[in-house]
């Protein structure tokens, strides 16, 4: 009985295995044909993509994100920084590469959902965010280039 289970527990992770690999090859596809989005191929002098954001964004058309109240501490100074800046945060890529795993169009969609709630690396580019727009004065396109810079990894 136990061989058959744990033949049984190997299987399904092999199953599981092939359909992450397929669904991650699949967004990857989609991705790089998804005009609402755009990605930077790679950082200037490596070889490391950038994740996808936003260039036009318009704060009506942007799904409403969760309300902070629903988290707690550091999530929910996030959750309240992505309804407070929401354009902004659409114009930034996410470094944990949800746009791979998720379909996520940008660092604003990570809040749209429990997802940031669960990723210290959205939580942090967030709070960066507004920092930077609110007390360093700093335009999206500029806090972008910050974001890549403190994030990207070369090769």
């Given at each position: 009985m136990k061989n058959k289970l744990l033949i049984g527990a190997v299987a399904l992770l092999a199953v599981f295995a092939v359909v992450v690999v397929w669904q991650s090859k699949g967004n990857g596809e989609k991705h790089s044909h998804n005009d609402s989005a755009e990605s930077v191929?790679?950082?200037?002098?490596?070889?490391?993509?950038v994740p996808a954001f936003q260039t036009a964004v318009v704060a009506a058309n942007l799904p409403p994100t969760l309300p902070a109240n629903e988290f707690y501490g550091k999530t929910r100074e996030a959750y309240t920084v992505a309804k407070a800046i929401p354009e902004t945060l659409a114009q930034l890529p996410c470094y944990c590469h949800c746009d791979r795993g998720f379909g996520h169009?940008?660092?604003?969609?990570c809040f749209t959902d429990e997802h940031a709630s669960h990723c210290a690396v959205c939580v942090d580019e967030a709070l960066l965010a507004y920092k930077l727009q609110k007390e360093e004065g700093m335009t999206p396109a500029k806090i972008r280039e910050t974001i890549i810079a403190k994030y990207s990894v070369s090769d």
């Open positions: 191929a790679t950082q200037p002098g490596t070889h490391t993509p169009k940008s660092l604003h969609t």
